[in-house]
């Protein structure tokens, strides 16, 4: 393993993660290869370094220090440069705090931190880890560990259990205290650093650094079956959208961009209460490849595992071919094993994506092999496997923002 700044090791050395009044304490668990923080408030010792320190401070905060071929880099940096652009919006240096944007830098670093924990993928784990340490954390107030263990509890589950967010995580949220805009800043920042945990792990397999699995880490269940019964249903938001008449000059540029977006469509005026964000989000999507049939495939898949109805039943709606499909996954995996039998690029793509959406951290070049052999390049499984991180990404922000309400009969 490469011991570069963004890089693990597995020393086990180290002390905990301080911040002003609160200590993020590391516990190491056997088994695992990350560390975990807690939320505890203590006495502060002297100043204490995170594990990898040199991990906050890399020039390229989105792939890490991952060093790519030079034509891949080329093939792909319209939309890793957008990427970059989204994270520098998310993780800024300094944030201002308001009335209205209560989401502290704190707080936006220590999600990411939670999400990059679900993901098991190390060098994600090390990157944020390194930025929150020296950040102070918020006052050891009753109202301030309850505000900090909820942003925590949702953002691990909207992460590694999609589908069990419902209006009550909404409703939770709001009772500690964050704003419409700091809910939908939250769920972009849950939904990026996942995307960004997949495709580093499809970058690291491309180069074929070796896959650390943690026995410790459980996997991303599919979705439950009876969520997807009802082949119909009407996606409405359960967060306030920003009215055209009253919405600011950003915000109606923002909407008038990509309102229009098909994929954006129903949840741009929930999106648009950051306009900046939905610029960003916007530009992301148009830059990044999309492989027809391929990609259509990918995003059925990502929507059945991690349980976003309405993602499903619209593309299942508008799939032509192959025949069968969208059934077959509706009715679970073993019902997709029988339909992919005698599909072998398909079966091939199907087991990459199952694997990067369920498990990031147990991606490796194996996956990448299987669809090699089935004549796919490398580029196009690239472009096929970062869509399938963006749907990811997707998933999440319709089931956060929103309810899939079947239709009337």
């Not at 009876?226 to 915000?251: G, H, K, M, N, Y």
Request: net charge negative.
């Amino acid at each position: 393993m490469r011991n570069d700044p963004a890089c693990g090791t597995d020393d086990v050395s180290g002390s905990p993660l301080t911040h002003q009044g609160t200590i993020m304490e590391q516990r190491r668990v056997y088994g695992k290869s990350h560390w975990y923080h807690e939320t505890q408030a203590s006495s502060c010792p002297p100043e204490i370094l995170p594990l990898v320190p040199e991990a906050a401070d890399v020039e390229d905060r989105f792939l890490l220090e991952l060093t790519l071929p030079a034509e891949l880099v080329a093939a792909c940096e319209p939309w890793l440069a957008c990427a970059r652009q989204f994270y520098d919006r998310l993780f800024p240096n300094d944030v201002d705090v308001t009335r209205l944007q209560t989401f502290s830098a704190y707080d936006r670093l220590s999600t990411a931190l939670t999400v990059a924990q679900a993901s098991g993928v190390q060098r994600l784990c090390n990157h944020y880890a390194a930025r929150l340490a020296p950040l102070p954390g918020p006052d050891s107030s009753r109202e301030s560990n309850r505000r900090l263990a909820q942003i925590t509890q949702y953002a691990r589950q909207l992460a590694s259990s999609p589908s069990v967010i419902s209006s009550l995580s909404r409703q939770q949220l709001d009772e500690v205290g964050l704003t419409t805009h700091d809910i939908v800043l939250f769920n972009q920042i849950v939904g990026f650093v996942g995307f960004q945990a997949r495709v580093i792990a499809v970058f690291q397999a491309v180069l074929g650094l070796p896959v650390r699995w943690l026995p410790g880490m459980p996997a991303l269940d599919d979705a439950d079956p009876a969520l997807f019964s009802d082949p119909r249903s009407l996606w409405q938001a359960d967060l306030p959208t920003v009215d055209p008449l009253l919405a600011s000059e950003a915000q109606r540029q923002a909407l008038a961009t990509w309102q229009s977006e098909p994929v954006l469509r129903d949840i741009a005026t929930v999106l648009a209460q950051d306009a900046r964000l939905l610029e960003a989000f916007g530009d992301l999507l148009i830059q990044l490849p999309a492989d027809g049939e391929h990609t259509a495939l990918a995003a059925l898949l990502s929507a059945r595992i991690n349980g976003s109805v309405a993602c499903f039943n619209t593309l299942a709606s508008e799939w032509r071919s192959p025949v069968g499909l969208p059934d077959a996954a509706r009715n679970g995996e073993r019902a997709l094993q029988v339909w992919s039998h005698n599909a072998p690029v398909l079966r091939a793509i199907i087991q990459a994506v199952q694997v990067l959406t369920r498990t990031p951290d147990r991606f490796s070049a194996a996956q990448l092999t299987q669809s090699g052999e089935q004549h796919l390049s490398t580029r196009q499984v690239i472009n096929l496997l970062t869509r399938c991180a963006f749907d990811g990404w997707l998933n999440r922000l319709k089931i956060a923002f929103g309810n899939a309400l079947p239709l009337a009969p």
